[in-house]
C-alpha cells in the first residue's frame, strides 16, 4: 500500500527541538521532491520546507529560515525535518508531501502534531 507516515510530533516547550520523520510505503522516494507543510487551526496550509530528489534544492519559508532544517535519506525512504528554537507560532498538523513531476502522482501523509507550550 502506497503511503507516507510522519511521526515526531508532540508537545514542545518553546526554544525546545523536534525532528520529525517521513517514511514512504510502497515506493521510493528517490524520484520524489518532497515537501513538509504545516496547518494551524483556522489558519491555511502553507509550504514550510521543499527539498529536491537528489537535496541539492533547499527551501524554507522565512518564518523556518535558520531553526528548520529538511534532509532526506534516500536509503532509507525517510525525509526529515529538524525543528530548532521553537515557537508558538509553529503549532500546526505538519505534513508531508511527496511529488513526482508532471503526470506523476502526488502523496500526503496524514500528518502529526506540534504543540509549542509552557
Known amino acids: 500500500q502506497v503511503r507516507l507516515v510522519e511521526s515526531g510530533g508532540g508537545l514542545v516547550q518553546p526554544g525546545g527541538s523536534l525532528r520529525l520523520s517521513c517514511v514512504a510505503y510502497g515506493f521510493t522516494l528517490d524520484t520524489y521532491a518532497m515537501s513538509w507543510y504545516r496547518q494551524a487551526p483556522g489558519k491555511e496550509r502553507e509550504l514550510v520546507a521543499d527539498i529536491s530528489r537528489t537535496g541539492g534544492i533547499i527551501d524554507y519559508i522565512e518564518s523556518v529560515k535558520g531553526r528548520f532544517i529538511i534532509s532526506r535519506d534516500n536509503a532509507k525512504n525517510t525525509v526529515y525535518l529538524q525543528m530548532n528554537s521553537l515557537k508558538y507560532e509553529d503549532t500546526a498538523m505538519y505534513s508531508c508531501?511527496?511529488?513526482?513531476?508532471?503526470?506523476?502522482?502526488?502523496?500526503w501523509g496524514q500528518g502529526t502534531q506540534v504543540t509549542v507550550a509552557s
Open positions: 508531501k511527496a511529488r513526482g513531476g508532471i503526470g506523476r502522482p502526488i502523496y
